[in-house]
């Protein structure tokens, strides 16, 4: 039996989830880093049979004040958190959201969901770009390729290695890399990519 992460009735599906951070980002690149994210967290939870509707609604959602902070960092994930409780999201869904920002509360990650997400978040851009030298062919891509461009420091350098590296204790790392391919495969249309 999956595990459940406290939802009640109140909780999103993914098209309502996709609805609502439509409402709060213009950005199309942030909107697909939001569905990358969300995908890769679907498809941890299902590995950790943990709760995939759950996980995929945090991917999603996570970054939903991006562009209503204006670039201040400080305030980033709270903003967030505060939006979607007053959307009726589940207050431990939202806390998740609120600590996610790495710049405040690195280091204090301990539940799964937390330490999925921090990888999550680095590992879909690291994913996509892989994608995108192989001219949007997602389908070209293995995880002997991620693997080997994730040791290039000037690849994606947006893309941060250590975080993602917080994954393994979970999911070993080339595990995750496979999981987060799945994943990103499933919604490769959504992405723009093939
Ligand atoms: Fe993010």
């Given at each position: 039996m999956r595990k459940s992460c406290g939802i009640h009735s109140s909780s999103m599906d993914r098209h309502a989830c996709i609805a609502l951070i439509r409402g709060h980002i213009k950005d199309e690149h942030l909107i697909r880093h939001c569905?990358?994210?969300?995908?890769?967290?679907?498809?941890?939870?299902?590995?950790?049979?943990?709760?995939?509707?759950?996980?995929?609604?945090?991917?999603?959602?996570?970054?939903?004040?991006?562009?209503?902070?204006?670039?201040?960092?400080?305030?980033?994930?709270?903003?967030?958190?505060?939006?979607?409780?007053?959307?009726?999201?589940?207050?431990?869904?939202?806390?998740?959201?609120?600590?996610?920002?790495?710049?405040?509360h690195q280091g204090a990650y301990t539940q799964p969901v937390?330490?999925?997400?921090?990888?999550?978040?680095?590992?879909?851009?690291?994913?996509?770009?892989?994608?995108?030298?192989?001219?949007?062919?997602?389908?070209?891509?293995?995880?002997?390729?991620?693997?080997?461009?994730?040791?290039?420091?000037?690849?994606?350098a947006g893309c941060d290695r250590e975080r993602i590296a917080l994954v393994a204790p979970v999911i070993p790392l080339p595990e995750f890399y496979g999981i987060a391919l799945a994943g990103l495969m499933e919604i490769k249309e959504e992405l723009g990519l093939r």
């Open positions: 569905l990358a994210t969300g995908t890769v967290m679907k498809h941890a939870a299902r590995h950790l049979k943990e709760d995939e509707s759950c996980w995929e609604r945090i991917g999603i959602l996570h970054d939903i004040d991006f562009e209503e902070i204006g670039g201040d960092m400080q305030r980033h994930g709270a903003v967030g958190a505060d939006i979607l409780e007053t959307e009726g999201i589940d207050p431990a869904e939202a806390e998740v959201i609120r600590r996610h920002n790495h710049f405040l937390e330490i999925v997400l921090q990888a999550a978040d680095s590992v879909s851009g690291l994913v996509i770009a892989c994608g995108l030298v192989k001219g949007g062919n997602l389908s070209d891509v293995s995880v002997k390729t991620i693997t080997k461009k994730s040791k290039e420091k000037s690849f994606a």
